[in-house]
């Protein structure tokens, strides 16, 4: 119903940068929220940074200032820009949207399949 495909991870050295993209694509309705979530191996997913319908962002403390939320409402993306990376930054990088979709009349979450990052020299 709903389909989400993140891109743009890979290797990165300590203090470079990367952008990640994510696209929703099927029956959408209205997207209420987009969000990126962070899981290190071993850990559980942690939210880094979201932004709502009218772009208000929120981010981790740990990202504050160095990662930029930011979304596409015509065309239904939300990229991810990662600044000054950290060895820390390491893991699989999802993208969540939460939208109404086909008939439902509720809103859901939807998540991509996610996109690995890792920060290493």
């Known amino acids: 119903q709903v389909q989400l495909v993140e891109s743009g991870g890979g290797l990165v050295q300590p203090g470079g940068s990367l952008r990640l993209s994510c696209v929703a694509s099927?029956?959408?309705?209205?997207?209420?929220?987009m969000g990126w979530y962070r899981q290190a191996p071993g850990l559980q997913r942690d939210p880094v940074a979201g932004?709502?319908?009218?772009?208000?962002?929120n981010y981790a403390d740990s990202v504050k200032g160095r990662f930029t939320i930011s979304r596409d409402n015509a065309n239904n993306m939300v990229y991810l820009q990662m600044d000054s990376l950290k060895a820390d930054d390491t893991g699989v990088y999802y993208c969540?949207?939460?939208?109404?979709?086909?008939?439902?009349?509720?809103?859901?979450?939807?998540w991509g399949k996610g996109t690995p990052v890792t920060v290493s020299s």
């Open positions: 099927g029956s959408i309705l209205s997207i209420y929220f």
């Open positions: 969540k949207i939460v939208c109404q979709a086909g008939a439902s009349r509720n809103a859901m979450d939807y």
């Open positions: 932004i709502s319908s009218d772009g208000r962002t």
